[in-house]
DNA sequence: ATTATACGACACCTTTTAGTGTCCAGTCAA
DNA sequence: TTGACTGGACACTAAAAGGTGTCGTATAAT
């Protein structure tokens, strides 16, 4: 192992480990969920004020926060001592497209009971 | 009467051990969201050939299915040796849900950056 | 009656996930 | 200057996730 591992993975620009996680994947966890609607309320918010609302030490919160950047679903700047976080719901945009691809199943099933109900 | 289940939203279920998985978790991995897709377009269809749109074995899509029944996503009957497995959308209501509450998010974003934009 | 198909139930393996604790470096406050 | 916050970077671990192969048993086909 070498002391600084550079890894891209596929020819990605910038320095930092921009490794793209599946938001799918991202709003799957429930601590992560929460620190979304924390971020959602609490507008920008530095890592140990977040942490302070889970029982979970401040490096699993950390991980979980490094997670929803991957996803960009946060962003984060350093503010003196402090990083501090911001929620950016864009990406939640391919959850609500694909969504809706079966809402229309949904109605159609709707429809479907309805119809076999009026019999 | 149908023959398989039917679910209503929080009340109680027939038989079987109903593990109750979380639909997030569900809905995270791509080889589920792909049988989702299938079941949407296919209407009801067995196992094996579910099993022939991927390259993993049967056992691997069984367990998949196993999890989109515990999150109540997919329902399954037996005719004669196969099983067969249709979607049940429903669930998928919990998500979009969810996204309702940041949707405003996003839109006071984006009023936001065009009020910027216009200065 | 025999053989092929479909699948549940296991046992098993590897990788990922979600957490921990420790150490070190900036930054702020006294 | 000293000392307390804040948090990044590791190293480590237990458990869960996502696969595999095999065996046994209904069911269907020949």
Chains 1, 2 share one sequence.
């Not at 020819?11 to 799918?24: A, E, H, I, M, W």
């Not at 890592?47 to 889970?54: G, S, Y």
């Amino acid at each position: 192992m070498t002391p600084f591992s550079v890894r891209f993975k596929g020819g990605r620009d910038l320095n930092s480990t921009d490794q793209k996680r599946d938001v799918f994947v991202a709003i799957a966890d429930p601590t992560r969920r929460k620190l979304i609607r924390l971020l959602a309320e609490g507008e920008e918010l530095p890592l140990h004020e977040l942490t302070n609302q889970f029982q979970m030490g401040r490096t699993a919160v950390s991980k979980h926060l490094t997670i929803l950047k991957e996803a960009e679903l946060v962003t984060n700047r350093k503010i003196g001592r402090e990083t501090r976080f911001r929620l950016n719901p864009a990406p939640l945009q391919e959850i609500k497209d694909w969504l809706a691809f079966y809402e229309k199943f949904w109605n159609e099933r709707a429809i479907l009971l309805k119809n076999i109900l009026e019999e």
